[in-house]
């Protein structure tokens, strides 16, 4: 029940295009849900997050939107860049305790 | 300056060993955390340290102690190592009921 599922595994967009990654939970007592990215050779960093009161949050070209009733939240990626290129990460967290998502690789082609 | 710092970055042992691995944050955070990523890139987190006292030990072996001198510092220290250890180790820190949690560069841990 505490897992974190995340889909797709790897994804491969064209530069402008959209990238979208979703996630969904089985917990309701989760109260936060960070996305990470994560770059070869470093460690993840915050990229966005969302409390579950709130549908939807955007910072830049990124956009979390969530769905409180279906357990589920994506990422949106707007314009993706090739520096976009990363393993993205959602998240879940229960009292300070995160619970990761398997990650998903993204390729962003020029 | 570094937020989170790790020392070593690589670490190349024999089976059988013990080792330790170093973090420190200096952003002032009273919380922080060992996460293992295995070799699929899952991130799982392992322990918790809230001022020195241990608040989240996850079913990790108990060939595995980690030690908080400080809230400044966290460390682990892996004893008998085996095969199945290898993987990359990152140190986190936060503040205590603020989410957010700031990640080290990670140590990739090989055991041969």
């Known amino acids: 029940q505490q897992q974190v599922k995340q889909s797709p595994q790897s994804l491969i967009v064209q530069k402008g295009g959209i990238s979208i990654i979703n996630c969904a939970y089985e917990?309701?007592?989760?109260?936060?849900f960070p996305w990470y990215q994560q770059f070869p050779g470093k460690g993840p960093a915050l990229l966005i997050a969302?409390?579950?009161?709130?549908s939807e949050k955007k910072e830049g070209r990124f956009t979390i939107s969530f769905n409180k009733s279906a357990k589920q939240f994506s990422l949106h990626i707007m314009d993706s860049q090739p520096g976009d290129s990363a393993t993205y990460f959602c998240?879940?967290?229960?009292?300070?305790?995160?619970?990761f998502g398997q990650g998903t690789e993204l390729s962003v082609k020029p | 300056d570094t937020a989170v710092s790790q020392t070593p970055k690589y670490l190349v042992t024999q089976m059988g060993n013990d080792k330790s691995i170093k973090c420190e944050q200096n952003?002032?955070?009273?919380?922080m955390y060992w996460y293992k990523q295995d070799s699929k890139k899952f991130l799982k987190i392992m322990f918790s340290?809230?001022?020195?006292?241990?608040?989240i030990n996850e079913t990790v072996p108990n060939r595995f102690s980690p030690k908080s001198p400080d809230k400044a510092h966290l460390n682990l220290h892996i004893n008998s190592l085996e095969l199945g250890d290898s993987a990359v180790y990152f140190c986190?820190?936060?503040?205590?009921?603020?989410?957010?949690?700031?990640f080290g560069p990670g140590t990739r841990l090989t055991v041969l």
């Open positions: 986190a820190s936060s503040q205590l009921r603020v989410d957010t949690q700031y």
């Open positions: 917990n309701t007592a989760f109260d936060y």
């Open positions: 969302i409390r579950p009161d709130v």
């Open positions: 998240a879940a967290s229960i009292r300070g305790k995160l619970i």
């Open positions: 952003l002032g955070h009273d919380t």
């Open positions: 340290y809230n001022n020195k006292e241990l608040i």
